[in-house]
């Protein structure tokens, strides 16, 4: 009617939400019409979902994924269980989640545990159906143990695991990380400096990375001839702490110190550096260090590391956008995020 006022609504505020029955009755459709535009449902028309979607966003509105779960009586909550030292390794992950749900109806909930704790899987149990989540993405370590993905299968809960190698052929969805071939890629760099006085700093012997990474970097190094000795091999725990005890046990406490440290990851590769700085030896004229996962760690150093990037933020997208996905669509159940070697100031070839 001409002249007739349009109601308006002043933004939402955390005192009082914009609901459902706002949106209806500020766009002058009705309620159903307004879930199925949240729903993405292609029966409305265009121009009605481009009008209601600009009011959403113009009052600031949500919809409750717990609400919705009740409505449609399925979750749309994705759940993140992780059992991981490295902070960043964690943030990156779920950053490539959220870049997956962002167009989406799903949000995202996290659950940390201790892996060696007995009653874990029991934990992650009442977290999966407390939430009633429609899916989980198991991060390594957690994805690493098959009584985990067991409960999962046993409960109905859908899951994608984060691996660096292929899992149990029960597994529903994989994304595959290839740790081996990164470990390799820095093995073939340092010897194609000129390096054969080379050390290794490893992760926690628990941890399946740790095994692929060690085995990738020993075995290169024996195609092209070279041995490691036993004592050039320092197990750590993937944290900036334990790479420091390695870097002293490897620099300070051996009579001939390497040319080279390749480690598990960029954390312990900051110990080293550290070691280095206090004993005065120089990076990379009297040392060439290699790390790994590529965090921004790497290129905030000085010297900036080389470091095998992982493109983590790459796979938590994968996996969870392979989580969303209907169960009866035709996607694949593995997929690979493939590392490489990215090169900076941290290595030249050996003095001598």
Sequence with gaps: MPGRKK????????????????????????????????NQSPLVRKDTRERVEALMREVGY?????????????SFLI?????????????????????????????????PCDTRSPGYIDGVRRFVQQQKLHGVILVPRASEDQALADMLDEIGC?????????????????????????????????????????????????????????????????????ELPPER??????????????????????????????????????GVYRVSMRAGIQIPRELSVVGYDDSPLASRLWPPLTSVRR????????????????????TLSVASVRPHLIVRDSCQPPAN
């Design 233 to 270: 091999i320092c197990e750590a725990g993937y944290t900036f702490e334990s790479g420091v005890a390695a870097a002293e046990k490897l620099l300070l406490g051996s009579k001939q110190r390497p040319t080279a440290i390749f480690t598990g990851n960029d954390e312990m590769a900051a």
């Design 158 to 226: 859908r899951y994608t695991r984060v691996a660096s190698v292929a899992l149990g052929s029960n597994s529903s969805q994989q994304v595959i990380t290839h740790d081996r071939d990164g470990a390799a890629e820095a093995a073939d760099y340092l010897l194609s400096l000129g390096h054969r006085d080379i050390a290794l700093i490893t992760g926690p012997s628990a941890y399946r990375s740790t095994y692929e990474r060690t085995n990738g970097f020993v075995e290169a190094l024996r195609r092209r001839g070279l």
């Design 79 to 111: 759940g993140m269980v992780y059992d991981n030292p490295t902070a960043q390794y964690i943030v990156d992950m779920q950053y490539g989640v959220l870049d997956a749900l962002r167009e989406s109806a799903f949000e995202l909930v996290v659950h």
């Design 62 to 74: 949500a919809p409750d994924p717990m609400a919705r779960g009740l409505a449609f009586r399925k």
């Design 311 to 330: 493109q983590t933020r790459d796979t938590g997208r994968t996996a969870a956008a392979m989580l969303i996905q209907p169960e009866d669509a035709k």
């Design 7 to 38: 109601p308006t609504m002043p933004p939402a505020t955390p005192a009082k939400a914009a609901t459902i029955n706002d949106i209806a009755r500020l766009s002058g459709v009705s309620k159903k019409t307004v879930s199925r535009i949240i």
